[in-house]
């Protein structure tokens, strides 16, 4: 069965520290990979896909990702971290069901000032 | 281009009522796919919808369903509600195809009381 995990449950940084929040895949074929942020009762938002070329990948609020196949990773990361991104990320991948996603349990992140 | 509605933001029910929550996708598109959120099981696929069929479904029971209207508009229906179906119901759109990332509402707090 189709699954992501992400195997941190919750990471604290110091603001200003860098970041990297860690996603593995499990379905070999061409992954539709996504990174979404949650904040308390709040929707998901899209940081970032990636669908195909690049491996590393740009996304929204400084954030980028790289995708390794070797690895069946897509971690996330962020060179400094704001206090602002103090929030819940999941990792979620697409591509074997159309318009289903398969999401990881999400990683808590906390930020220290 | 307008995002992603779910209304209502917030419900009450008790136990033994039913519920309809509704969903207007981004304007274009076809998919409507819906999630429940909870601590306990994370982010779970309920259903999709894409030009008025349901294309997938995902592990939960009869009392949970939905439908899709000519303006891809979606409801979900649950029946006969339970203390355990309080959760974050969150819809997502998608693209012409489906398979494209998927956007997030705000979601629907819907607690049994």
């Known amino acids: 069965a189709q699954s992501v995990t992400q195997p941190d449950i919750h990471i604290t940084v110091s603001e200003g520290a860098s970041l990297e929040l860690r996603c593995n895949y499990s379905?070999?074929?061409?992954?539709?990979l996504f990174w979404y942020v949650q904040s308390p009762g709040q929707g998901l938002q899209l940081l970032l896909k990636y669908f195909s070329g690049d491996t590393l990948v740009q996304g929204i609020k400084g954030f980028e990702a790289e995708f390794k196949r070797s690895q069946s990773s897509f971690n996330l990361r962020k060179p400094s971290v704001h206090w602002s991104d103090a929030a819940e990320y999941f990792c979620a991948q697409g591509g074997s069901t159309l318009g289903r996603l398969y999401f990881g349990r999400g990683t808590q992140l906390t930020v220290w000032p | 281009k307008a995002g992603v509605t779910q209304t209502p933001r917030y419900l009450i029910k008790t136990r033994g009522q039913q519920v309809t929550l509704s969903c207007s996708p981004i304007s274009g598109h076809r998919s409507v796919s819906w999630y429940q959120q909870t601590p306990g099981q994370g982010l779970q696929f309920l259903f999709e919808?894409?030009?008025?069929?349901?294309?997938n479904k995902g592990n939960f029971p009869g009392r949970f369903s939905g439908r899709q209207f000519s303006n891809s508009r979606s409801e979900m229906n649950v029946s006969t509600l339970e203390l355990g179906d309080s959760a974050l119901y969150l819809c997502?759109?998608?693209?012409?195809?489906?398979?494209?990332?998927?956007?997030f509402g705000q979601g629907t707090r819907l607690t049994v009381v």
């Open positions: 997502a759109s998608s693209g012409p195809d489906g398979n494209t990332e998927a956007f």
């Open positions: 919808y894409f030009s008025e069929t349901q294309r």
């Open positions: 379905y070999g074929a061409t992954p539709y």
